[in-house]
């Protein structure tokens, strides 16, 4: 009887000894990855879209984004190298090379001179396709932190104009700023990636243009259409491109049997929080879900190959759930309002005035019209996600994806 016992025991140890968790060293990781960045994007903003989508559905609690599910949640430090309170440079520096650096500044250490790497660089030397998207410019600090470096975020054509030599597979949002400099006779962008053997798609119809095998790719607004970002999903019209669109052509582009990383910033949250513009901040977070649900049905197909990280670089504007003592919260207020301030011209002063009104009968609250320094939320799912759990610092996510994925900075 106890020899019949024992011996089981001992194989089933001997298996946890060799198969013991996926932090093994020899557990093969994930060869497709998604790193997917709301800016700006707090549990609150999170949490309002959940209750806004739940009243929605006539239910009184919280609905679900696509990530929210996720089976792996973590709590990320954002703060720089010189204020608790990080900008998007200083986070995307950290998110991208594992490093710390002051805020305005982009894969450049504090003393203005060293350089950092970006994760994308060794991943693109190991074989592995590299795209990088987001809703706002190419040129921006989230996604410029994933291909370039400047010792200042505002230098849109110095960050714009490295992506040609990286030789990345995919990049795509509005476009870029200033695609010939500012003062309009530097060397054009758009050349330098036709000649480095881009394709340059545009709009929605060059989004569904692009399939696999596309090569190098380049997706943009259409020409006359703002390239300092996409609209907003509140405002948008038929024929702009949308983050879902990009999400779709990435995977297209750069599906392949040696593997992919994929950044993909949902960029708006942030520039609806820094206007304290609730309703617009719930139809984007709305939008980026949508974006990652595509991801989603990619991980279905490879469950087993497939990591997809959502997190944020930073939370923007103190938004709170909750006001003046009562203990209502009423997201469904937001219905009255059908556009951003940011769109509404003219008229944005007095949309401005009506959406602080809004606020009051929504029980919804503002700090600040920039960021603040709150820990922000990671959801995971996938190969590998089990490293993400916990508490962890902005700079240990690119070390813990290069080092579930066997990979080195080099
Ligand atoms: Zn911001």
């Avoid at 104009?161 to 597979?169: H, I, K, L, P």
């Avoid at 490879?302 to 003592?325: Q, S, W, Y």
Wanted: glycine share 12%; with cysteine.
């Amino acid at each position: 009887m106890k020899r019949h016992f024992v011996f089981p025991v001992f194989i089933l140890f001997s298996f946890f000894l060799f198969f013991g968790g996926s932090a093994a060293p020899d557990a093969p990781g994930p060869k497709y990855v998604f790193l997917f960045i709301g800016d700006g994007m707090g549990l609150a903003h999170v949490s309002l879209t959940e209750a806004y989508l739940a009243a929605k559905d006539g239910v009184h609690g919280s609905g679900n984004v696509s990530f929210t599910s996720f089976p792996v949640v973590g709590l990320v430090t954002t703060h720089s190298a010189n204020r608790l309170v990080t900008c998007s440079s200083a986070a995307a520096t950290a998110l991208a090379t594992g490093h710390k650096t002051n805020n305005n500044m982009l894969g450049v250490a504090p003393d203005s001179v060293t350089r950092y790497t970006a994760l994308t660089y060794p991943l693109h030397k190991a074989g592995y396709r590299i795209g990088i998207a987001t809703s706002v410019s190419i040129d921006h600090a989230t996604p410029g932190g994933f291909y370039a470096q400047s010792v200042s975020r505002n230098r849109y054509y110095d960050i714009g104009s490295q992506a040609a030599g990286t030789g990345f597979e995919f990049f795509a949002g509005g476009g870029f700023i200033y695609p010939a400099g500012r003062t309009g006779d530097q060397p054009d962008i758009y050349a330098q990636l036709a000649d480095a053997g881009y394709r340059i798609v545009r709009g929605p119809e060059g989004a569904a243009e692009l399939s696999s095998g596309a090569g190098k790719a380049v997706l943009v607004q259409h020409e006359g259409k703002d390239n300092h970002s996409l609209p907003y999903a509140i405002d948008r019209g038929d024929d702009d491109l949308t983050l879902s669109q990009i999400t779709r052509a990435a995977i297209r582009v750069l599906d392949n049997p040696r593997g992919f990383f994929a950044m993909i910033e949902g960029g708006k949250i942030d520039w609806a929080g820094h206007g304290n513009d609730a309703a617009t901040i719930i139809h984007e977070v709305v939008d980026f879900s949508d974006a990652i649900a595509i991801a989603v049905e990619f991980y279905r197909r490879h469950p087993d190959e497939t990591l997809i990280l959502v997190t944020a670089d930073h939370e923007t504007g103190g938004l709170a759930l909750g006001r003046d003592g009562s203990y209502s919260l009423l997201p469904t207020a937001y219905d009255e309002q059908s556009r951003s301030i940011d769109a509404a011209g003219k008229d944005r002063d007095a949309l401005r005035e009506a959406v602080r009104e809004i606020d009051k009968k929504a029980h919804v609250a503002w700090t600040t019209g920039g960021h603040t320094g709150i820990m922000v939320p990671l959801y995971a799912i996938g190969a590998g996600s089990e490293r993400f759990a916990g508490k962890l610092d902005n700079t240990d996510i690119p070390n813990r994806i290069l080092a579930i994925m066997h990979q080195e900075w080099r």
